[in-house]
């Protein structure tokens, strides 16, 4: 079964390994194909003009991805007419659910009057005035995609200490740019001593002079991190960090973690990033507001305009001051254009309020609970770990703090809990050991009710009292 990098496994593309699976990999297989013939001959075709049949690396799934016919609420449609709950929810854009109701009337209203201008929108002052407000922060700048943000944030960081090292977090991901795509879900062969990570690129054609300023700290270990600050404390522009690390699961930080980063950036003279593409829109006030933590420097993006591509890299007084022509570069035709700021607006201000999110979060604390009593019903030994309206379930024997931790969580096990839930009309969560569900503001009781239901279904074969080709012979 392809497990991807993250659980330490080396992928498998199409068409190579010997071709042998276990049987209960071939039976979750084997009923995937059953329900999704169309998919198949979707990807068939389109791989022969993208790689892999998608055009991004981790849609793709074995044997082969599922192609979507739409989405409405909580529920998306595959090319098949097959109906999944969803609780990926886009890899967490999506907080908004899809199609909220009062999203598609603000853009229906908004695209008559144009989707572009090449000049900034009449209201676009207002959308970053709403930004500042809501987190705290004393200036913004607009652009499209996570991946533009945290590159610009590094690049403000840079310019604004004269500074060329950045710190981040192993197992953490912040976008596949070339500065940040460093330690990202390295191997423990070549993931160096637990307490001091290598610099290991994530991926070939990184320039090694570019990855070799990106400093990599473990996640929760503010001893080990604030030695590796000290060392390089002359030229370290910043930290990056996610508040809630999302990319080896749902790793709450240690209550000290964070007010520690905070006290060593004001120390040596570093900003603090705080990358909240997916914590921003989780709660009222971000990620910052929900850990107490003053950052220097915010990314935001993703459920901030409901999954319209925009992100906005926010501010502290004076950081952003020598952004300009003929200084700090920053610029992009798509910055700020008012279809995008028109599903923030509606988004911050309809549709994820603070009551909408406090919902959120208590039926997350229905799942998560729910989660923990079916599993251990049925002796899985798993973790469940959640916040706000977001969690995730490690099928691991322990607690995980960091990568390090990580890497010992049954990602078989992982992987045949999404499969399994997928081929009963749910999509548990994002794919793989490394990701999450997400509670839109549109779910409801009745919705973890099933999701619970279905995790009750395969929870047998999860602990392997029951046999996974007689749980998917129903399918």
């Not at 959120?360 to 729910?370: E, Q, T, Y």
């Not at 002796?379 to 691991?396: I, K, L, N, R, W």
Request: hydrophobic share 40%; net charge negative.
């Amino acid at each position: 079964m392809n497990l991807s990098a993250s659980a330490g496994i080396a992928p498998v593309e199409p068409g190579e390994g010997d071709g042998s699976l276990d049987a209960a990999t071939q039976a979750t297989y084997d009923a995937y194909r059953r329900r999704t013939p169309t998919s198949q001959r979707l990807w068939e075709s389109a791989r022969r003009t993208s790689p892999l049949g998608v055009h991004s690396n981790y849609r793709f799934l074995e044997p082969y991805p599922f192609y979507v016919h739409r989405a409405e609420g909580v529920h998306l449609w595959d090319a098949d007419g097959n109906r999944y709950l969803d609780f990926n929810m886009a890899f967490g854009s999506l907080q908004s659910g899809h199609a909220h109701p009062k999203l598609v009337a603000a853009l229906e209203r908004q695209i008559r009057d144009g989707t572009i201008y090449g000049y900034e929108w009449e209201r676009t002052p207002e959308v970053a005035q709403r930004i500042c407000d809501r987190f705290g922060m004393a200036s913004v700048r607009f652009s499209t995609t996570g991946l533009e943000a945290t590159h610009h944030a590094v690049r403000f960081a840079r310019a604004f200490t004269r500074r060329t090292y950045v710190l981040k977090f192993e197992g953490c991901y912040h976008g596949s740019h070339d500065t940040l795509l460093v330690g990202v879900k390295p191997r423990a062969e070549v993931a160096g001593a637990p307490d001091r990570p290598n610099s290991a690129p994530a991926s070939p054609g990184l320039v090694p002079a570019l990855t070799e300023r990106t400093l990599v700290a473990p996640f929760n270990d503010l001893e080990a991190t604030t030695r590796i600050v000290r060392e390089h404390a002359d030229d370290l522009a910043a930290i990056i960090a996610e508040p809630i690390p999302m990319n080896m699961g749902f790793i709450v930080p240690d209550p000290e973690f964070f007010p520690g980063l905070r006290e060593l950036c004001d120390e040596v003279g570093a900003l603090l990033i705080l990358d909240e593409i997916k914590t921003g829109a989780k709660y009222p006030k971000g990620g910052a507001g929900r850990l107490g933590v003053r950052p220097d420097l915010m990314t935001l993006g993703k459920s901030i305009a409901c999954g319209i591509p925009l992100s906005a890299i926010a501010a502290a007084p004076r950081i952003l001051d020598e952004v300009g022509p003929r200084k700090v570069a920053h610029a992009g035709t798509y910055n700020s254009n008012p279809l995008a700021l028109t599903a923030c607006l509606a988004s911050l201000d309809h549709i994820l309020t603070d009551e909408a999110l406090a919902r959120s979060a208590r039926l997350n604390d229905r799942l998560a609970r729910g989660y923990a009593e079916v599993l251990r019903d049925a002796h899985v030994t798993a973790h469940v770990c959640h916040d706000g309206p977001s969690g995730t379930v490690y099928f691991s024997d322990h607690p995980v703090r960091n990568w390090r931790d990580f890497l010992t969580v049954d990602g078989e096990r992982s992987m045949r809990y999404y499969y399994l839930s997928l081929n009963r009309g749910l999509i548990p969560s994002g794919t793989g050991p490394d990701e999450q569900w997400t509670l839109s503001v549109q779910h409801t009781e009745q919705d973890v009710d099933r999701h619970l239901e279905i995790l009750a279904e395969i929870a047998p074969a999860l602990a392997g009292r029951l046999e996974v080709g007689e749980i998917e012979e129903s399918v």
